[in-house]
């Protein structure tokens, strides 16, 4: 069974970064594909940025781009998320999910799309 572990959240202030780090465990980590989304309070889950299982390029909402950066590391079955300039919009409960999608060359940017979640943890930035 897939597992999820997130860690790196917390409170920081506009304008500083953040790197939020999601270990994954259960099966070969190359087969899937990973994304990251966000939850605010009231509001729908929505994408942020997604990286293919060949890593590479990736795709970011628009108001990510610029200044989130997601990466993975094979050889330690870890993606992570960098995110810099944060803005308090950008206060939200964190996830990452994750999906077979070997061979696949789609970003998937859909929550229902992902098979396994992390437990999630709140980012705040205050202004």
């Known amino acids: 069974q897939v597992q999820l572990v997130e860690s790196g959240g917390g409170v920081v202030q506009a304008g500083d970064s953040l790197r939020r780090s999601c270990a994954f465990s259960?099966?070969?980590?190359?087969?899937?594909?990973v994304g990251w989304f966000r939850q605010a309070p009231g509001k729908e889950r929505e994408f942020v940025a997604a990286?293919?299982?060949?890593?590479?390029?990736?795709s970011y909402r628009d108001s990510a781009k610029g200044r989130f950066t997601i990466s993975r590391d094979n050889a330690k079955n870890t993606v992570y998320l960098q995110m810099n300039s944060l803005k308090p919009e950008d206060t939200s409960v964190y996830y990452c999910?994750?999906?077979?999608?070997?061979?696949?060359?789609?970003?998937?940017?859909?929550?229902?799309?992902?098979?396994?979640w992390g437990q999630g943890t709140q980012v705040t930035v205050s202004s």
């Open positions: 259960g099966r070969p980590f190359i087969k899937y594909g």
């Open positions: 990286i293919r299982w060949s890593g590479g390029s990736a």
């Open positions: 999910a994750a999906r077979e999608s070997v061979y696949s060359g789609r970003y998937y940017q859909v929550a229902s799309e992902y098979d396994y």
